[in-house]
């Protein structure tokens, strides 16, 4: 803990352009973080703290990544709606689709620095059209509209293999209200639904957003 906070507080007094600043050093003389430093979990650790603040549902922690690794069986993944790239990084690769170009630079370095090979495309997952279907993919679609999570669950759906696994966090909202209910059921007829997890309320930091 006392090696991530050092890390993070060093970043924090960084000036201008965070990532121009590590993207330099890191191609360069790593006169601020050496190697080892820059693929530590502790300092990815720290990164994602530092970015994670005011973003629609922060980052995805560790014991998230882990627990969704574990239901989505080892491999590499198809990752929408990357973000920073937290899911890739915990299954030590695959493809992302982002479609904040600021989040997909991001997520492609910290890939980069841990020595997983980035394979980050920057375009909107719902209008992605790739020539092949997945075994294992998970979606974290923004928490918002009806059709913000519904429009991600389907796109997730059809890019899946037969037999393959899809994992979508969603808030309580889409799972429970009256609103949403022929979109669940659209979704019940459409896959066998494994499981529902709820999440607790503060499993993501810097944000109480309640998700499953």
């Not at 820059?38 to 882990?66: M, N, Q």
């Not at 997952?125 to 790739?130: D, I, K």
């Amino acid at each position: 803990m006392t090696k991530r906070n050092d890390y993070y507080d060093k970043l924090r007094t960084l000036p201008g352009d965070l990532l121009a600043a590590l993207q330099s050093d890191y191609l360069g003389k790593k006169e601020l973080f050496s190697v080892d430093e820059y693929r530590s979990p502790e300092f990815h650790e720290a990164l994602l703290l530092l970015l994670g603040p005011g973003k629609d549902a922060s980052y995805f922690p560790s014991e998230i990544t882990s627990f969704v690794q574990t239901l989505l069986g080892p491999g590499r993944i198809l990752s929408l709606y990357c973000f920073l790239g937290e899911f890739l990084y915990q299954c030590r690769g695959g493809i992302g689709v982002e479609r904040l170009p600021h989040d997909a630079k991001w997520a492609e370095f910290l890939l980069k620095i841990a020595e997983i090979e980035p394979s980050v495309i920057t375009e909107d997952p719902l209008h992605w059209e790739p020539k092949r279907k997945f075994e294992r993919i998970v979606c974290t679609p923004p928490f918002g509209t009806r059709s913000d999570e519904f429009g991600a669950i389907e796109k997730g759906l059809s890019l899946l293999e037969t037999n393959g696994r899809l994992v979508v966090i969603v808030s309580p909202n889409f799972l429970w209200s009256a609103k949403q209910s022929q979109a669940r059921e659209t979704i019940r007829q459409r896959a066998q639904i494994s499981a529902i997890v709820s999440l607790p309320s503060n499993v993501f930091a810097h944000t109480a957003v309640q998700s499953a």
